[in-house]
């Protein structure tokens, strides 16, 4: 039982005695029919006697056999025990008086107090309810105390044994479910039945965390209100975690196989030396030209790792040895455990916070425990994670590899924005980590630390800053929270809570840029989706609201949340597009590169793609890198035409053409995006490289200066002043050049082509023939970069200079680094 909540009655009783004692002073002439007023501070103080000289009155009363003597001696030196605090000496005394005086009241109220006082709550309230009873005139019997105390300790471990017994069936109930749940990642996986019992085990008890706090405190009927949304949130996320972490949202089968063998060589001896079993390895095609390099471990029955195509084709191999075992590590050191388990201990906060605050801002706290703790968790495993992947391939390759992650990352490390964003970030930022390596790192192979000192103590400051914020917030929430609603403490909570989506308001213009392109009739509508489920969590919060303050019982508070819930079903349901299905296969088929198969898509369904802008580009992009260029120029000219502000496909359209050699009517959709695009690097990059082939150099160099202003790490801006550099034939410059977008944009297939043209110039065949060979090798890996017929004619040039040509990828060849299981789908 709480103490609060017994405190609060016993004060209700105490202020009834305390009534009823002035009544009857004031309107009844029997003094004993009075009820005493039991106040300890105002009786020590008025008591002249002490403790000693007590106690000698009570031997002389008890030498006299003057029972009625003892017990109000005894009653007067356990209320001076009591207000001296010496609360065991006091309960001694009153239940000596109680046996000498079995009516004695002031002996009884003391009594209760001394039980709350040692947190003996179930005793204090079985002895009130005796005092009310024999208020009413009920007879007491002293023989029936200690049976009903017996009674009382009885039912707390009846009450303790059901509990268990509960608790206990549900965990035997979630335990086949979550078996059942991860089974089919657990297959996929290669996982052991072992792992599979334990995970699901784990994830039982992860579950069952919030009701087992409500349980602490179901006593108080605003907890339901918490424990309801505290619990679905656990609970959905854990069956989230049990399901299918390696896929992704439009793909409906695993994602395929990798099978370089030499690539899986090299993470089953990372995997040995981390201490591991060698996971299964899926690769996630990108349908970006530029192939971002990530990679993640997913599925707690059976740790799998996903690659994306980047880590293959732009890394070198050591700098990809690093970012497998920086993923490999977080299997090793439990990251995923730990990360899992935040989840439930802000469920578990949020429940037992409403003890303190209202039911609003025991949610707010959750929530806010769960951002902030599982920033700190993640934190310190990346610090880790990096550490041990050093020690595996070499502290002097990690601290490459992290530049070169780095520099592709869309938020730059400068700046206010990026000082906030990366004071509550997940991912420490990338001077914080390579500082952290170079500290731990042997004297013999520290790396050179050219990074800023200044630099790294702004980021610890604001980390230090943003988690002072953090607990802040909680602790000012716990301490100053008010019942009455939202006040300053609940606003600093929902600043805090709005953490996870600072990353995104700090990328708005690449974000709003990136809009702009893909803007068609019909694309506002998820934004009507989303407006309407923010308006259902309002809705939500309020209903929270108005239970807490007493307006809605149990009962009518129920109807507000299921019809959210309906609303909430109604508005994905009345969004979802019809065509969403043929969208999301298109779109996994180009991820796949089945170009053939999504072009044959789009005739089984020929309404659907005719009615859905998405749906007509994706094909003619499958149509473009089919070979059909000519078709899918036509399909493009023509969605231009249909859909204006579809800007994307004036872009493609522009790429397709460059590649084609039609570059006066690159020219031309270059000038119109500059209209629709006024602060966007891309159509200035796409005039430049249609100046360069034009053999408009200057101009060419213009371009790609004004797309550095726009945007000073766009690192094909650099490549194609490497490109003009090599028309000018200045090979210094081109490297200088080179460098610059290796630095900012490694390893894409625009800079491997330029590289190729540059020694192409030069007199070194077997350089100029191992740079085309790896220009292909990067074209023909990324057919979204749209070089092929660039490609084809650098290959008929080195032809033509050197005798022996470059041998090209046989058409009808798959990807060797990948091959789908039998019967399992793409994805």
């Known amino acids: 039982m709480l103490v609060l909540p017994r405190l609060l009655m016993l004060a209700v009783v105490a202020i009834g005695l305390c009534s009823d004692r002035l009544n009857a002073q004031e309107t009844a002439s029997d003094d004993s029919a009075a009820i005493p007023v039991f106040d300890a501070e105002e009786i020590a103080r008025d008591l002249e006697p002490s403790i000693a000289d007590l106690s000698l009155e009570i031997e002389k009363a008890r030498t006299a056999g003057d029972q009625e003597a003892v017990g109000s001696l005894l009653t007067e030196r356990g209320t001076l025990h009591l207000a001296n605090d010496d609360v065991e000496s006091a309960l001694s005394d009153f239940a000596a008086s109680l046996e000498a005086m079995p009516d004695n009241l002031p002996a009884r109220t003391g009594l209760v107090e001394c039980y709350e006082r040692l947190g003996m709550h179930q005793l204090a309230d079985a002895e009130l309810e005796r005092i009310l009873r024999d208020m009413e005139g009920a007879p007491y019997e002293p023989d029936a105390v200690l049976g009903e105390s017996l009674l009382t300790v009885l039912d707390d471990v009846a009450e303790v044994v059901a509990i268990g017994i509960i608790l206990g069936g549900l965990f035997l109930m979630l335990l086949p479910l979550n078996m059942l749940l991860a089974w089919r990642q657990s297959k996929e996986g290669g996982g052991t039945w072992l792992r599979l019992i334990a995970v699901s085990g784990t994830y039982a008890l992860y579950m069952l965390a919030p009701v087992v706090a409500w349980l602490c405190c179901r006593e108080r009927t605003e907890a339901v209100a918490v424990f309801l949304p505290a619990f679905v949130f656990n609970f959905t996320l854990a069956v989230m975690a049990l399901g299918r972490p390696v896929r992704v949202t439009h793909v409906k089968g695993a994602m395929p196989l990798v099978t370089d063998q030499a690539f899986l060589l090299r993470v089953s001896e990372l995997s040995r030396q981390l201490g591991l079993r060698t996971p299964r390895v899926r690769m996630l095609r990108t349908l970006s030209s530029t192939q971002p390099a990530m990679a993640w471990v997913g599925g707690m029955p059976a740790p799998s790792l996903v690659v994306t195509d980047g880590i293959l084709h732009r890394l070198e191999a050591d700098e990809r040895d690093f970012v497998i075992a920086h993923e490999l590590a977080h299997v090793a050191n439990g990251s995923l455990w730990w990360l899992t388990g935040v989840t439930p201990v802000a469920a578990v906060g949020a429940v037992l916070a409403t003890m303190y605050v209202s039911p609003m801002t025991a949610l707010l706290i959750g929530w806010c425990v769960r951002v902030g703790l599982y920033r700190v968790v993640s934190r310190y495993f990346e610090f880790d994670c990096d550490r041990r992947a050093a020690k595996v ?208 898509l789009a005739r089984q369904h020929p309404q659907q793609v005719a009615r859905s802008p998405v749906c007509r580009y994706n094909v003619a992009v499958a149509t473009g890198l089919a070979g059909d260029r000519e078709t899918a120029i036509t399909e493009l000219r023509q969605l231009r035409a249909d859909e204006p502000k579809m800007l994307i496909a004036t872009l493609t359209l522009a790429v397709f053409l460059l590649d084609e050699g039609q570059l006066e009517e690159v020219l031309g959709l270059a000038e119109s995006l500059e209209t629709s695009l006024p602060d966007d690097p891309e159509p200035q990059l796409v005039a430049g490289r249609a100046l360069s082939q034009l053999g408009r150099l200057d101009e060419a160099e213009a371009s790609a200066r004004e797309a550095l202003s726009r945007d000073e790490d766009e690192g094909v801006a650099w490549t194609l002043l490497a490109e003009v550099a090599v028309g000018r034939g200045d090979r210094a410059e081109a490297e200088t050049a080179l460098s610059e977008a290796n630095r900012l944009a490694p390893g894409l297939p625009y800079n491997q082509l330029v590289r190729a043209e540059m020694l192409m110039a030069g007199d070194d065949a077997e350089a100029a023939r191992s740079a085309v060979r790896a220009a292909r090798q990067a074209v023909k890996a990324n057919p979204f970069a749209i070089l092929e017929r660039r490609m084809d004619r650098l290959a008929a040039e080195f032809t033509g200079k050197w005798s022996g040509g470059i041998e090209p990828y046989s058409e009808d060849v798959a990807d060797p680094t990948v091959v789908m299981k039998d019967g399992e789908a793409a994805g």
């Open 393 to 600: 391939i070499g502290y002097e390759t990690a601290v490459s590899a992290l530049k070169k992650i780095h520099a592709a990352h869309p938020l730059r490390e400068r700046g206010v924005r990026s000082f906030i964003i990366y004071a509550t970030a997940t991912h420490p930022p990338q001077v914080a980590r390579l500082d952290s390596l170079w500290r731990r790192a042997p004297d013999d192979v520290k790396p050179e630390r050219d990074w800023s000192v200044r630099h790294l103590r702004r980021g610890r400051f604001g980390a230090v800053g943003a988690a002072c914020l953090w607990l802040a917030a909680i602790a000012g929430a716990l301490s100053m929270g008010t019942r009455a609603g939202i006040g300053i403490v609940d606003g600093l909570l929902l600043l805090v809570g709005t953490v996870p989506l600072w990353p995104m308001f700090a990328m708005r213009s690449s974000v709003r840029r990136q809009q702009k392109k893909v803007n068609y009739t019909g694309s506002r509508r998820n934004r009507w989706m989303v407006a309407g489920l923010v308006v259902v969590l309002i809705l939500l919060l309020v209903a929270v609201q108005l239970m807490s303050m007493g307006w809605l019982d149990d009962g009518m508070a129920m109807v507000p949340v299921l019809g959210m819930v309906v609303a909430v079903i109604l508005i994905l349901h009345l969004t979802q597009n019809r065509s969403a299905k043929v969208e999301q296969e298109l779109v996994r088929l180009l991820q796949d590169h089945e170009f053939e198969k999504a072009i044959e």
